[in-house]
């Protein structure tokens, strides 16, 4: 499987990531990004006419789009990182995988903002951000209480991996993620997964204060 990737694209981490936690090998073609604008060239355009990575090429398979990208290789290769087949498992991953891209567009907006200087209103961005962080941080608080920690179902799902990358470089962007207690116990989960790999930005475990749940010992 060859991963048309940019080392600093969230979105091609993602896949990485994926292919990481299952063992996977992927192939990888560096794009240039920023500043090369590689992605709107002609031959990645042939690719994929949106303009944009990451790109998976599977022999005769050619798939764009992160989220599909994830469901792709995990239905190869690895069945349990799917919802299972009840319906609000299934309704729930779809909904968090539409989720992640609401973070790309308000989250990864900011960053790109803030860190390569694209244009772009970077208060609304960053607004948009939040309220997206907020809605995450409640529905991880509502799993908590039913003693989960992953997005859906009972163990870790390509639901997570689509969501962590925009998430865990919030602060790429200016947008703290301080005040989301759940969010952090979630993204510490998912740094403890065998077989996690970092990106520039995001380190394994690299919040070693304590868990807030955890009791003055
Ligand atoms: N919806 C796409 C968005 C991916 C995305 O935003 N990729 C960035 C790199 S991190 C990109 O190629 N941006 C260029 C553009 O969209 O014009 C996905 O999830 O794959």
């Known amino acids: 499987m060859i ?7 969230p979105s091609c981490y993602k896949v990485r990531l994926l292919a990481s ?13 920023h500043p090369g604008r590689e992605h709107k060239g002609d031959e990645l355009l042939a690719l994929n006419p949106a303009g944009s990575i990451p790109i998976l090429v599977d022999g005769e398979d050619v798939l764009t789009e992160s989220a599909a990208i994830l469901s792709y290789i995990a239905a190869k290769h690895g069945q349990n990182w799917l919802a299972t087949s009840d319906a609000g498992e299934v309704g729930a991953q779809q909904q ?5 891209h609401r973070l790309t567009s308000a ?4 960053r790109l903002v803030e860190m390569l200087h694209f244009p772009g209103d970077l208060a609304a961005l960053q607004e948009a951000g939040i309220a997206a962080l907020r ?4 529905a991880l608080f509502a799993r908590r209480l039913t003693g ?6 009972d163990r870790i799902t390509i639901a997570d991996i689509a969501c962590f990358p925009y998430v865990a470089l919030a ?17 510490r989960a998912i740094r403890a997964q065998p077989r996690f790999i970092e990106m520039p930005g995001i380190h394994r475990l690299h919040e070693l204060a304590p ?3 955890a009791g003055d010992a």
């Open 148 to 153: 989960q920690t992953f997005l859906v179902g």
């Open 3 to 9: 991963l048309y990737d940019y080392i600093l694209s």
């Open 96 to 100: 968090w995988l539409s989720f992640s």
């Open 211 to 213: 868990d807030p749940l």
């Open 107 to 110: 989250l990864g907006g900011a």
């Open 135 to 138: 809605e995450l941080e409640a």
């Open 171 to 187: 602060p790429d962007g200016s947008v703290s993620l301080d005040p989301y207690a759940s969010i952090r116990i979630w993204m």
């Open 21 to 33: 936690l299952l063992g996977v090998k992927l192939e990888l073609r560096a794009v240039d990004f």
